[in-house]
């Protein structure tokens, strides 16, 4: 195999299986912006360090950008247009919206994605477990506060058998 | 305030699910038929003269579809500023010379970004370098390299001035002579930026009708649009510069980049859609950061701590070119003297050219490195005098009504209530003796508290000076808003929706935005200076006022009564006396094109403030009127400090302010957090560090923005001193930007409660601390 | 930034893998989670022709206390690290190296493995080529002069990973193999501690174990990093402690491992007595200051300057005996 060969690859993304002729140096962000513009995730710095381009990978939060598409085969990938059904939000969508969590909304879809895996994995999470699971997320408009303010709702629904 | 449905509420974001889903499309996201990947290539020199570009082999490599240089422009030049005074002084692409790392020299535009990056690499440029100053000081003296001219009028033997801002008022010499105490304290800022997700991008497409299609994260398209029609020789209405949503500005994205207008060039070259979209590295290197500030302060106080007279000095690194710098020097004026009396001042402020990066606004604009110094000194008067830093403002606050040295009022003024406000909320008399306590003791961990005061403008004159928005009602009463401003997080198009909804008592869910298009939308005064909400919102208000009326204008011939007899609910028009004589909105609509020769009801508004002044003050002299509208701030920081690493940790801001009143507080509450969140950031982990003129951490990894577990807890005063009504314009003021300057004091002081320790150089990095309290330890073995 | 072309390898097994070492005579870069590697791509610090990804060897993942020994599978992910209940009862210094390390969103691709076979760093030397194309290319990039230190003869470059100044401390041992041959070296030996090339492995082998003898009764372990955001950042400092006491609970003896002191980890053993009094001496920890810094580099190539990260070594290590016996 030399390095001028594309590779024949199978992704599922959104429970959706897709095939592609890719070289094996695209990252899985470049693949889910360009081929499949799916563009709800996306580019911030490239390096692994903003959060931005955050998906889920069988349900954990991983940097795209720094993630090899080829290397996604076999598993599921989560972006964040697959988290609302049709016009019907996500019930962690809904509580970013409520309480004021989005402001220029490019930390948003990564920082969803985020909150979304914590919750599926602790319902009750404390103050400092939310601020550590999005730690690897950076904001620069909301300071954060109503973004763990809206998490926080989501715990409480969840109790609240919503 | 009256009964209102939707203004002064909590409405969520009109943006939100658009946002949430990931549907929302920023400038980074668009893609056209055909579109090429563009990109720039930058000096890697700090000053040097370009003897000759090739870009034949560039040209010539398979995928590039055009190069550019400056040979393919008008060699116009742009400014930040453009007056006669302080003309454009900046070609969009280098012509013979470069003066700062990182200046565009040229363009490529290719099939993919590999083949870009090679293009860029095949460009061979010769070079003679020039000598260089980093040092904004060393750059005023008399044997420093020249960058530019010094400003013809400014007489100071000083070299490489952009420009100069001078305003004084009473008798300095006698003042200082009366005066119980005279401080004299200097301090530094580093250079912080803007940090915004998402990177600079912009898309341009040069059809075959000669349109140039613009899209790019900006901060307000018509500015945009003037700029690049003037540098690229095309007439305004063939520029069209189009919606996207904004990953953040902050004001970073306000001037012309050159990025915007090689996109452009290279677009008109080949005919086809170019994307340039910077990668982070680039977003330090080759766009425009935080105007840096020296404050020299020197003032004199009365016995009971009121201000007698200041005189300031300050000096700004512009970088390489005049940017906003000679804006920067005349704001820090401002910012001194709109919130404390200061019956004599001088004031002088120097924008200085050196080979750095070009500055530019950013949140704040020199209001955080002007209240640093003002609030810092205040604290050390009061200590030296005796008095707690909560009663030194409050004497020296002004109040509401007084008028100010360039003649405006600061009307309805909060400050003092402010102060008082977040003094008794935060206990700070209490605390602030506790912590002068612990002090003395050997515990490892301190606690101190701290506050700071701001007083902000909104809404001045500035390109172009005015918002108009039309409102036009569709069949079934539901309603178009068609707006210029550009939502660039701050939920403008939400605020200008409540408006709408309330005005024609419609659901806010009922208003459709149309917005920030220069073709299809009205002309727009831009996402800075905190305008927009006020005068946009202004605009919006009329524009459905203006419709309102014609409803009922309508409404009252087809039910034969009186206008005033008339009232509105529910999307129906009723008699106030006699209810079941009513007609729907919808119904007048069909009426009024009936009977009003088509018109379907389309209502225009229009807002400018200072109608009395024919431009902004001078920012030279700082003579002239500036604003109708001061908001004002105090806010208390509490910190705990690790004496024994030098580790700062902001545990909870407290903001009182007089925002006038809260359009929407939830997002007034989103915009305090942001701002006690930069401010953190500037005062504890930011700092770009540069070293010859080149940015040596050029990454969010290096360049420290807090992350959430660096939250800070907040916490909320309103100070009301205006109202929504509907009979005539309303008052809000600025909070997009101010929050920050009160932070950065706050911390200042708090840090100094706790230790002891006076920095005067942010950002405080724990070895800064530690040098401090060593310094205290020596000085007590003494 | 477009990482360059290369060919990808993906074989099923371990012997697979070491025989693709072995004929492309360690040409190939191994590719475990990524976070290290492809950064480095991105940035033009590597451009290797051919990359070898392990993620379908599943023999390298796993964590087995086995004889009382705590083997590791090089590809075992740090989040799978993170929830191990045998980690958190046993091995604390590892388990809060893990947790100090990068951020969240890291553990679930970044391998025990790759974090200790992590790169050396610099401000001047992790930039991109275009940076770096701007100024003579440091020694650690192949050229002869040093960035950091004007003048400087050798590579200042830091090692930062996290988990290695734990798992010396907990006197780890590897297993590193190639093509027929299998061999086990202290954690410490697989480091140079030159900034140009941190490692003694040759390029044909491959990193495959962590081997952790349970430690014994009356020992137990911290780990305690500095830096400046509580998340994200790679370390200014960190100290790794494994304490042992007697049966009044008082110190025995300690051995310190420093992190991001220099091109490789540095451990430092102390006596009780000197430990004992330093952690009664208000100022700088005693005599035990000046030894903690000898063998240590720190310069101003991180975030703060080699001043203070010096004077703060016996703060963090004074920290990490606090935590430890906690």
Not at chain 2, 124 to 141: R, S, T, Y
Not at chain 2, 627 to 632: A, L, R
Not at chain 2, 638 to 666: Q, S, Y
Not at chain 3, 223 to 233: A, E, F, G, Q
Request: net charge neutral; charged share 25%; glycine share 8%.
């Amino acid at each position: 195999m030399n390095k001028s060969q594309k590779q024949l690859i199978s992704l599922k993304i959104n429970g959706q299986e897709y095939e592609f002729a890719i070289h094996p140096n695209r990252t899985l962000l470049e693949v889910l912006r360009e081929d499949l513009m799916l563009t709800g995730t996306k580019e911030g710095c490239d390096d692994g360090v903003c959060g931005t381009c955050t998906v889920l990978l069988n349900g954990a939060p991983i940097r795209s950008c720094l993630y090899l598409a080829i290397e996604a085969q076999g598993k599921e990938v989560t972006t964040i247009e697959g988290l609302a059904e049709g016009e019907k939000l996500h019930p962690i969508q809904q509580a970013f919206i409520e309480h004021g969590a989005i402001q220029c909304g490019y930390c948003s879809p990564g920082m969803i994605l985020t909150s979304k895996a914590l919750l599926d994995s602790n319902s009750m999470p404390t103050e400092h477990d939310i601020k550590l699971a999005i730690s690897g997320n950076f904001c620069r408009c909301t300071g954060y506060n109503k973004i763990v303010t809206a998490i926080k709702a989501c715990c409480q629904n969840a109790v609240g058998g919503h | 305030m009256e009964d209102l449905l939707y203004v002064g509420k909590s409405i969520p974001r009109k943006d939100g699910p658009a946002k949430a889903t990931g549907r929302a499309e920023y400038t980074v996201d668009v893609s056209l038929p055909g579109m090429l990947i563009g990109k720039v290539l930058r000096s890697p020199y700090p000053h040097a003269r370009i003897l000759n570009i090739d870009t034949s082999k560039a040209e010539k490599l398979k995928g590039v579809k055009a190069v550019v240089t400056a040979a393919d422009s008008l060699k116009i030049k742009h400014g930040f500023v453009e007056t006669p005074r302080y003309p454009a002084d900046q070609y969009p692409i280098a012509v013979d010379r470069v003066r700062h790392v990182g200046e565009e020299i040229a363009g490529v535009a290719a099939v993919d970004e590999y083949t870009a990056e090679e293009a860029l690499s095949l460009i061979e440029i010769e070079w003679e370098e020039l000598p260089v100053v980093f040092d904004v000081e060393d750059a005023m003296k008399q044997d420093a390299p020249e960058i530019h001219p010094s400003h013809e009028r400014v007489n100071e033997p000083y070299h490489n001035i952009g420009g100069k801002t001078a305003n004084s008022w009473g008798d300095m010499e006698d003042a200082f002579t009366k005066s119980y105490l005279v401080r004299e304290d200097k301090y530094y800022c580093q250079i912080r930026t803007h940090a915004y997700m998402e990177p600079q991008a912009t898309v341009a497409h040069f059809d075959y009708s000669g349109k140039l299609n613009v899209w790019t994260s900006s901060m307000g398209v018509f500015l945009k649009r003037a700029k690049l029609a003037r540098t690229l020789g095309l007439p305004y209405g063939s520029v069209r510069v189009r919606k996207t949503y904004v990953g953040g500005a902050f004001g970073g994205k306000i001037d012309l980049f050159s990025h915007e207008y090689i996109a452009a060039l290279l677009s008109m070259k080949c005919h086809q859609p170019v994307k340039i979209v910077y990668s982070r590295e680039e977003v330090f290197k080759g766009s425009r950061h935080a105007q840096p500030l020296i404050v020299e302060l020197k003032t004199g106080v009365a016995k009971d701590g009121t201000i007698v007279a200041q005189q300031i000095k300050t000096i700004n690194d512009s970088g390489a070119y005049r940017g906003s710098g000679v804006v920067v020097i005349f704001l820090a004026w401002g910012f001194a003297m709109a919130p404390y009396r200061v019956p004599n001042m001088r004031y002088e402020g120097y924008s200085v050219y050196t080979n750095n990066l070009v500055h530019c606004p950013q949140r704040g604009h020199g209001a955080p490195k002007m209240r640093l110094a003002v609030e810092s000194q205040l604290d050390m008067i009061a200590e030296e005098l005796g008095i707690d830093p909560v009663e030194i403002r409050l004497r020296n606050a002004r109040r509401p009504g007084e008028l100010l040295p360039n003649g405006d009022s600061v009307k309805n003024f909060g400050l003092i209530e402010c102060i008082n406000e977040v003094a008794k909320s935060t206990d700070f008399i209490n605390k602030y003796g506790a912590a002068k306590r612990e002090r003395e003791k050997d515990s490892k961990i301190k606690h101190g508290i701290g506050i700071g005061v701001c007083a902000y403008m909104g809404g001045s004159l500035i390109y172009p000076n005015s918002s108009s928005v039309i409102v036009k009602m569709n069949d079934d009463a539901s309603v178009s808003l068609i707006t210029g401003a550009i939502d660039i997080g701050q939920g403008a198009e939400t605020v200008l929706s409540q408006i709408v909804a309330e005005e024609l008592g419609i659901p806010v869910e009922e208003v459709q935005v149309d917005a920030a298009d220069t073709e299809t939308t009205t002309v727009d005064i831009g996402s800075w200076i905190s305008g927009l909400t006020w005068v946009t919102g202004n605009a919006a208000k009329k524009a459905a006022a203006h419709a309102m009326k014609k409803l009922l204008d309508v409404a009252a011939e087809k039910l034969k009564e009186n206008a005033d007899d008339l009232a509105v609910r529910n999307k129906e028009i009723f008699v106030k006396h006699s209810p079941d004589k009513k007609i729907t909105y919808a119904q007048a609509i069909a009426a009024s094109i009936e009977k009003n020769k088509g018109d379907s009801v389309i209502g225009e508004g229009h807002f400018r403030t200072m109608k009395e002044e024919p431009t902004h003050p001078s920012l030279a002299t700082a003579k002239g009127r500036w604003t109708e509208n001061y908001s004002c701030y105090a806010q208390v920081a509490e910190v705990e400090v690790d004496t024994e690493t030098g580790i700062v940790k902001v545990l909870k801001v407290t903001t009182a302010h007089d925002c006038g009143f809260p359009l929407n507080p939830m997002l007034v509450e989103g915009q305090i957090d942001g701002q006690v969140s930069m401010g953190q950031g500037q005062v504890l982990l930011e700092e770009l560090r540069i070293e010859k003129g080149c940015i040596i951490n050029p990454s969010l990894l290096e360049y420290k923005i807090p992350c959430a577990l660096d939250m800070v807890e907040t916490a909320y005063i309103d100070v009301i001193t205006e109202k929504y009504s509907k009979d005539h314009h309303y008052n809000s003021k600025e909070v997009g930007e101010g929050y920050v300057a009160g932070v950065v004091a706050a911390v200042a002081n708090a840090v100094y409660d706790a230790t002891g320790v006076r920095l005067k150089q942010t950002p405080f990095f724990p070895n800064k601390v530690m040098n401090g309290l060593e310094q205290i330890q020596k000085k007590k073995a003494r | 930034m477009r990482i360059p072309y290369f060919a990808y390898l993906t074989p099923s097994t371990l012997e697979e893998a070491l025989s693709i070492l072995n004929d492309y005579n360690g040409s190939v870069r191994v590719l475990a989670g990524g976070t290290d590697l492809i950064p480095i791509m991105k940035y033009g610090l590597d451009a290797p022709e051919t990359i070898m990804s392990l993620k379908n060897i599943t023999s390298l993942s796993g964590i087995k206390l086995e004889n009382k020994e705590l083997h590791i599978g090089t590809m075992t992910s740090l989040a799978d690290l993170l929830s191990s209940r045998i980690i958190i009862d046993n091995f604390r210094a590892l388990h809060q190296a893990v947790a100090a390390a990068a951020a969240p969103p890291i553990w679930n691709v970044a391998t025990v493995g790759g974090n200790i076979c992590q790169n050396s760093r610099c401000f001047y030397y992790n930039q991109s080529k275009t940076w770096r194309l701007e100024r003579p290319p440091c020694l650690k990039a192949g050229g002869n002069i040093c960035h950091a230190v004007p003048k400087g003869k050798k590579c200042f470059s830091v090692y930062s990973g996290d988990l290695a100044p734990a798992l010396i401390a907990l006197k780890s041992s590897v297993s590193v193999e190639r093509k027929g041959i299998y061999r086990i070296l202290t954690l410490q030996d697989i480091f140079s501690g030159k900034g140009t090339a941190p490692f003694t492995l040759e390029k044909e082998e491959l990193l495959t174990s962590v081997i952790i003898p349970l430690p014994d009764k009356g020992t137990c372990s911290s780990y305690v990093k500095m830096r400046l955001r509580p998340s994200v950042d790679y370390p200014l400092l960190s100290v790794a402690t494994s304490v042992s006491l007697d049966g009044a609970r008082k110190i025995k003896e300690a051995t310190f491992v420093l992190g991001a002191v220099g091109p490789a980890p540095v451990v430092v053993a102390a006596s009780g007595q000197l430990l004992r009094k330093g952690m009664e001496d208000t100022d700088d920890f005693g005599a035990l200051g000046e030894i903690l810094r000898k063998g240590t580099q720190m310069v101003d190539n991180l975030a703060l300057p080699g001043s203070y990260r010096r004077k703060m070594l016996p703060v963090f290590a004074k920290k990490a005996i606090q935590v430890a016996i906690e």
